[in-house]
């Protein structure tokens, strides 16, 4: 079955706000997370990764934060635009030596202009 | 463009047919994997390739088979497809060798619906 999963199914911001998506795993020997964004028709893409000796990563507008005290993973979008709205994915790979990812159920996140 | 493909984009075929979706990559990956995304957008690994040998083959029904000619291609192959089998599958490669990262790419998916 499957170790990850999302808090919220749908987030709704206004454009500029900032946007936080939530995703909770249960395998605490997980040793790599990634986000992906999914626009309609389209397959994933990737945003940002993060190894599980980190805690914090920053790309252009995300920052990943990893808390494996309590297995959470958020992705943050700062000031969202329209062309974030997209379903957003997490994924771990859980140190088994395979290179699989699992995927979580997927966050859809709505920009109101 | 380097990239991740899969012909055909769209697939509608009857239940009982038997179908192939083809993906390729020119990304100079080692390893290839299929997906499939249900209605609810799940996203689930079917099988992976590395080097043209399978490493993961998922509960995935028999009818299903992968088919890796060279390390650029994997290829899927469904038998006597079942109203069940509609989904969009996605085809997505990533360099194993050599890298820290568990980076996959993804291609653009085939939605294919069984009538």
């Known amino acids: 079955g499957e170790s990850v999963g999302l808090h919220l199914p749908t987030l709704s911001v206004q454009e500029g706000d900032n946007s936080i998506i939530n995703c909770a795993y249960s395998?605490?020997?997980?040793?790599?997370f990634i986000w992906y964004k999914q626009e309609s028709g389209k397959g994933p893409q990737f945003i940002i990764d993060?190894?599980?000796?980190?805690d914090k990563r920053q790309g252009q507008r995300v920052t990943v934060l990893l808390n494996k005290t309590v297995k959470h993973l958020s992705l943050q979008i700062a000031a969202t635009q329209p062309g974030d709205s997209a379903v957003y994915f997490c994924?771990?790979?859980?140190?088994?030596?395979?290179?699989?990812?699992?995927f979580g159920s997927g966050t859809r996140l709505q920009v109101q202009p | 463009d380097t990239a991740v493909s899969q012909t055909p984009k769209y697939l509608v075929t009857q239940m009982g047919n038997d179908k192939s979706i083809k993906c390729e990559q020119n990304?100079?990956?080692?390893?290839m994997y299929w997906y499939k995304q249900d209605s609810k957008k799940f996203l689930k690994i079917m099988f992976s390739?590395?080097?043209?040998?399978?490493?993961i083959n998922e509960t995935v029904p028999n009818r299903f088979s992968p088919k890796s000619p060279d390390k650029a291609h994997l290829n899927l192959h469904i038998n006597s497809l079942e109203l069940g089998d509609s989904a969009v599958y996605f085809c997505?490669?990533?360099?194993?060798?050599?890298?820290?990262?568990?980076?996959?790419?993804f291609g653009p998916g085939t939605r294919l619906t069984v009538t």
């Open positions: 997505a490669s990533s360099q194993a060798l050599r890298t820290l990262s568990y980076e996959q790419y």
């Open positions: 990304l100079g990956h080692d390893t």
């Open positions: 994924a771990e790979n859980m140190g088994t030596g395979r290179r699989a990812l699992t």
């Open positions: 993060i190894r599980s000796n980190m």
């Open positions: 390739y590395n080097n043209k040998e399978l490493i």
């Open positions: 395998n605490s020997a997980s040793d790599y």
